[in-house]
């Protein structure tokens, strides 16, 4: 069973930094991309940045220059620093991520989400 636990949500002050992690657990035969997502009230789940196995990064413009995405593949970890927060970076944040428990299947699993709200 994977599970896909996170971590570092809360509230923020605008200009503020917080740090999201996200630890894969369970049967691991290979993480090919995981990623960040996240979901507003009223809006749809967007992508904000993913990571593939050789640390090829992907951002939302929204995002870039203020968002680092990064991963220890010895922890089966991803992470999301979150610089120079703004009001609308409020939203539930998700980590997902491509797994393959063995090396005929692959599957892709979300965490539970944590709540990042930025107000002051």
């Known amino acids: 069973q994977v599970q896909l636990a996170e971590s570092g949500g809360g509230l923020v002050q605008p200009g503020g930094s917080l740090r999201l992690s996200c630890a894969v657990s369970?049967?691991?035969?290979?993480?090919?991309?995981m990623g960040w997502y996240r979901q507003a009230p009223g809006k749809q789940r967007e992508l904000v940045a993913d990571?593939?196995?050789?640390?090829?990064?992907d951002y939302a413009d929204s995002v870039k220059g203020r968002f680092t995405i990064s991963r220890d593949n010895a922890k089966n970890t991803v992470y999301l620093q979150m610089n120079s927060l703004k009001p609308e970076d409020t939203a539930v944040y998700y980590c997902?991520?491509?797994?393959?428990?063995?090396?005929?299947?692959?599957?892709?699993?979300w965490g539970q989400g944590t709540q990042v709200t930025v107000s002051s």
């Open positions: 997902n991520a491509e797994i393959w428990p063995s090396a005929w299947s692959r599957n892709f699993y």
């Open positions: 369970g049967r691991i035969f290979k993480i090919n991309v």
């Open positions: 990571i593939t196995i050789g640390n090829t990064t």
